[in-house]
């Protein structure tokens, strides 16, 4: 899963399916030894850190003024 942490914010949002089946891989081959199968693994949600969140966000203004500003 340290893979994940080199993936850009896009790219994790785009992988989320990619990701989801890594993390169930893991889980079936660490769980089966305990006797627990692992049906389906979810990502719901990717959280970036709130900082990546705020450029984001900082971005996206910056986008909207400049696309307004004729």
């Known amino acids: ?3 994940v ?3 850009d914010v896009d790219s994790a949002f785009e992988q989320k399916n990619d990701i989801a ?3 169930d ?3 079936e081959r660490v769980m089966s030894a305990y006797g627990f199968e ?3 693994t979810l990502i719901v949600d990717i959280e970036p ?5 705020k450029a984001m ?3 996206n203004v910056r986008k909207s003024a400049n696309y ?3």
């Open 38 to 40: 692992i049906v389906q």
């Open 21 to 23: 089946k890594a993390v």
């Open 57 to 59: 966000n900082e971005i």
């Open 5 to 7: 942490l080199r993936l």
């Open 25 to 27: 891989e893991e889980l």
């Open 68 to 70: 307004c500003a004729f």
């Open 1 to 3: 899963m340290a893979s």
């Open 49 to 53: 850190d709130v900082q990546v969140k």
